[in-house]
């Protein structure tokens, strides 16, 4: 089926992506303390700020990767940002910090889900509020107000597009299933999880039996059909952590943390039982030297050796376990 090749964009930005943009405003900030907006401004605490910018962006190199690291780090990095609004003692050193808070909410609507994206624009827009009413500079309501629907407005519609453009780019259009090159890159994490806490994955490989004499004798559209209800129908066994993607014309693969083989099996029949349209199943469960490769490749030695026992007269749907080629 050609699904040896587990590697798959990255379609969320990295820990380096935010680590450059870190350490970008920490060189930026060490500019604003060497050559002060004002003689008067707190240089000390524009070097202190330059530090922690450093070292947030450092941290998010060297941490284990969780999903709060990234946006604790640029959580952080708008408190320090806020820090030197309230100290600004001039109305371009206010601007000019605001433009750059505008820039992290920015980043955090491109880089983050919707949730902590808007909590992260939501400590932009206070950052900016608090800093410019503490600040002894004195500024235009109408500055703050322009900043602030500035930040709304652009961070409102860089999360739509990228969002948007996400969910194109990671799911079957037909079924609603992750594509390929989604389910090769969250399996990944998913086998790296495993391997670290020590809990069981499974994956099963599957495909609709005669499909191609589907569409020879009903049309395209029918084996449309068929697709659709198939993943509709794995639906509810694979609620929760499970993933189901898309990674040929027939052909799914189904990623089921916390189950073993037997889970992964159980599932199987749970699956079946909800479907109207006959299809071939192997498992496979991980090991904890497996690769994505190695899953893979066993789940499809399984899912041969069902089709073949299937064709054999050994019963339509036969028990997927014996073919788990370990």
């Known amino acids: 089926m050609g699904r040896s090749d587990a590697r798959a ?31 008067e401004s707190a240089v000390g605490l524009w070097f202190a700020v330059a530090g922690l910018l450093a070292a947030l962006a450092g941290a998010v190199l060297v941490l284990p990767t969780r999903r709060w690291t990234m946006p604790a780090a640029l959580a952080v990095s708008l408190l320090g940002a806020g820090v030197l609004l309230a100290s600004c003692r001039t109305a371009e050193g206010l601007v000019v910090l605001a433009i750059g808070v505008m820039t992290c909410a920015q980043y955090a609507a491109y880089a983050f889900r919707t949730r902590v994206a808007a909590l992260l624009v939501a400590e932009a827009i206070a950052a900016i509020t608090l800093g410019m009413v503490v600040a002894p500079a004195p500024f235009h309501a109408l500055t703050w107000l322009v900043v602030v629907v500035m930040t709304v407005a652009s961070t409102s519609l860089l999360g739509h597009v990228t969002h948007w453009l996400r969910r194109h780019a990671t799911t079957d259009d037909l079924t609603g299933a992750l594509t390929r090159a989604a389910l090769l890159e969250r399996l990944d994490a998913r086998l790296r999880d495993a391997r670290r806490t020590g809990t069981p994955l499974a994956v099963v490989s599957a495909d609709v039996d005669d499909f191609k004499a589907v569409n020879d004798t009903r049309g395209h559209l029918a084996g449309d059909d068929v697709l659709v209800e198939l993943v509709a129908s794995w639906r509810g066994p694979a609620a929760g952590r499970a993933l189901v993607g898309r990674v040929g014309g027939d052909e799914f693969v189904v990623v089921l943390p916390g189950r073993d083989a037997a889970g992964a099996a159980h599932w199987v029949a749970a699956a079946r039982s909800r479907s109207a349209t006959p299809w071939s199943a192997g498992i496979a469960a991980a090991r904890p030297e497996d690769t994505v490769r190695d899953l893979l490749a066993r789940a499809d030695v399984a899912l041969y050796g069902a089709k073949r026992d299937r064709r054999a007269g050994r019963g339509p749907h036969p028990d997927p376990l014996p073919h788990q080629g370990r």
């Open 9 to 39: 964009p990255r379609l969320y930005a990295t820990r380096g992506h935010l680590a450059c943009a870190l350490g970008l405003m920490a060189a930026l900030v060490l500019g604003g303390g060497l050559w002060p907006f004002s003689p």
